[in-house]
């Protein structure tokens, strides 16, 4: 498994016209564009058959914030701060699914 670090929402985005990611752990509050700003722009700029799966990370945990998290296009929450079984628990569930998209576009 590879990993990359952006310092925030404008280089994630950046990062992922130039390298195809199977999953991107997007921190909700960064600064400049926010992880809600730079998924919703991550969505708008995948074609459909390209969909990167979209992990938000944040401490808030109300369902208004869930529901905000939803709406722009993320796949799924981990709470921080991240332990690791829920981050496992999250890769098991997503990079599957990943994979198998990224073979079926050949």
Excluded: F, N
Aim: proline residues 4%; aromatic residues 2%.
């Amino acid at each position: 498994m590879r990993t990359d670090a952006a310092a925030s929402g404008r280089e994630a985005i950046d990062r992922l016209r130039l390298l195809d990611y199977d999953l991107v752990l997007m921190d909700r509050w960064m600064p400049g564009l926010d992880g809600v700003a730079a998924t919703a722009a991550i969505r708008r700029r995948e074609g459909a058959p390209r969909r990167t799966v979209v992990v938000a990370m944040s401490s808030e945990v109300s369902r208004e914030e869930h529901d905000c998290l939803m709406e722009c296009g993320t796949d799924d929450v981990l709470l921080k701060p991240v332990h690791g079984k829920a981050l496992e628990a999250v890769l098991r569930k997503w990079l599957p699914q990943a994979v198998e998209r990224k073979l079926a576009r050949g």
